[in-house]
């Protein structure tokens, strides 16, 4: 049984550009939720998709946007990227609303 | 609004001591309850949770932790502690009417042989 996977593994790139990460959750789950993982913090909640809608959002801007398909899977695109959203970015998914599983991660570099 | 606290960095143990990571919350309505741990270059891994019930639960690897709603803690144990238990654990909370997971800052577990 696959867990929950992420794509890129790593990524590059500039100031000002746009990002688009992937996710696919474990087999069976609905729900796919989006944290920030900054350096030698926790994770900070960003949204979460359910039924394809953004159910609920954290504190972040509208620059932080996602998708999700019909099949569960998800996107994050993050825009205009700033130095600070450097992040090990993860993706977790859920199924009846308790305990989430996470996948690896993305670790993105903005320069 | 809701929030974790893990009042210690860091926490070092000799390995086949018992082990303990302290946390404490903050929530509005009724709290679930989670322990994480986390590998180096990797994501969280689920250890337990509290939903509802018995105060001490059990999970993963050898590890239990209470629940005291008095003292609004949730403290992750482990008996005896091994090396391979060295690694950033994780404890969260979320308001049974929510649906995000509040993270505290992350306590560094070192277990030395």
């Known amino acids: 049984d696959a867990g929950v996977t992420q794509s890129p593994t790593h990524l590059i790139k500039t100031r000002g550009q746009q990002v688009t990460l992937r996710c696919s959750p474990k087999?069976?789950?609905?729900?796919v939720s989006w944290y920030q993982q900054a350096l030698g913090q926790g994770p900070q909640f960003i949204f979460q998709?359910?039924?394809?809608?953004?159910?609920q959002r954290g504190n972040f801007p509208d620059r932080f946007s996602g998708h999700q398909f019909p099949n569960y899977s998800s996107e994050l695109n993050v825009n205009a990227l700033l130095l600070g959203d450097s992040a090990l970015y993860l993706c977790a998914s859920t199924e009846g609303g308790n305990e989430q599983y996470f996948g690896p991660g993305t670790r993105l570099t903005v320069t | 609004a809701q929030s974790v606290a893990q009042p210690e960095d860091q926490v070092n143990v000799a390995e086949g001591n018992p082990l303990t990571v302290k946390c404490t919350y903050s929530?509005?309505?009724?709290?679930?309850l989670f322990w994480y741990v986390q590998y180096p270059n990797r994501g969280l891994q689920f250890l337990l949770k509290y939903i509802t019930g018995d105060n001490l639960v059990k999970g993963s690897y050898g590890f239990e932790a209470e629940f005291n709603k008095s003292q609004t803690s949730f403290h992750l144990k482990k008996p005896s502690a091994l090396v391979s238990d060295s690694a950033l654990y994780f404890c969260?909370?979320?308001?049974?009417?929510?649906?995000?997971?509040?993270f505290g800052a992350g306590t560094t577990v070192t277990v030395r042989a």
């Open positions: 969260a909370v979320r308001d049974m009417r929510d649906y995000k997971l509040s």
């Open positions: 087999s069976g789950h609905d729900t």
């Open positions: 929530v509005s309505g009724n709290p679930y």
């Open positions: 998709y359910y039924e394809e809608e953004e159910r």
